[in-house]
């Protein structure tokens, strides 16, 4: 069952790239991005989209650029997502056809975002949102708007999140950091994915 989590692997080297990746898919989390400022993400997207591609949507964060784009793209990323909403990283993302997630604050953003073709939207950072900014924004949102809260958001809160009318979450630190061994992080991984099963069930929300 795929859920709506996005794995941040902010960090990650292209060692730890694929069995990693091959831990956090088995625990149910097929959506991964490597932010670019890890070190070589676009030798870690490359060896994860080639041997994960039909398992998981693989792509990558920290893009703050068009030419970005292409480099990940080129590498076999498939997810663009991004800390900012900056409308020709959007197009160039939705020209490629690759899914587009920019990050955003307020409603301007928002319809920013929407306007120039972002598939979903990234609520960065969420701690500085909280459900009730998101719940107030979802009222003037377009129906069936994709909404990821991102920093701050994780299992002691997902039902607030999901209550508040959040579409899914995008997991970092509390799933993922330099250091922590294969093992570690897929403990952390089956964690995350039962609260976010227990949430999502008591909201009456779909996986």
């Not at 939705?94 to 301007?108: I, K, L, N, W």
């Not at 991984?189 to 099963?197: E, H, L, Q, R």
Request: proline share 7%.
């Amino acid at each position: 069952m795929s859920r709506n989590l996005i794995a941040i692997l902010r960090g990650l080297t292209p060692g730890e790239a694929l069995p990693i990746t091959e831990e956090l898919i088995a625990s149910g989390i097929t959506r991964i991005e490597v932010p670019l400022n890890s070190p070589e993400p676009l030798k870690s997207i490359e060896a994860m989209a080639q041997h994960f591609s039909g398992a998981a949507e693989i792509g990558a964060g920290t893009v703050l650029a068009p030419q970005q784009v292409l480099d990940v793209k080129s590498a076999g990323g498939t997810l663009i997502v991004s800390p900012d909403c900056n409308p020709e990283v959007i197009a160039r993302t939705r020209a490629e056809g690759m899914a587009s997630f920019p990050g955003v604050m307020t409603p301007t953003e928002c319809f920013t975002a929407l306007r120039n073709g972002a598939d979903g939207l990234k609520f960065f950072p969420a701690s500085l949102i909280g459900p009730d900014g998101l719940k107030a924004m979802r009222a003037v949102l377009p129906a069936g708007t994709q909404t990821y809260a991102v920093g701050g958001a994780g299992p002691d809160n997902f039902k607030a999140w999901l209550e508040a009318g959040v579409t899914g979450f995008g997991i970092g630190t509390a799933l993922y950091k330099p250091g922590l061994t294969v093992a570690g992080i897929r403990s952390r991984a089956d964690a995350i994915v039962a609260a976010y099963d227990t949430a999502a069930a008591e909201t009456g929300e779909v996986s």
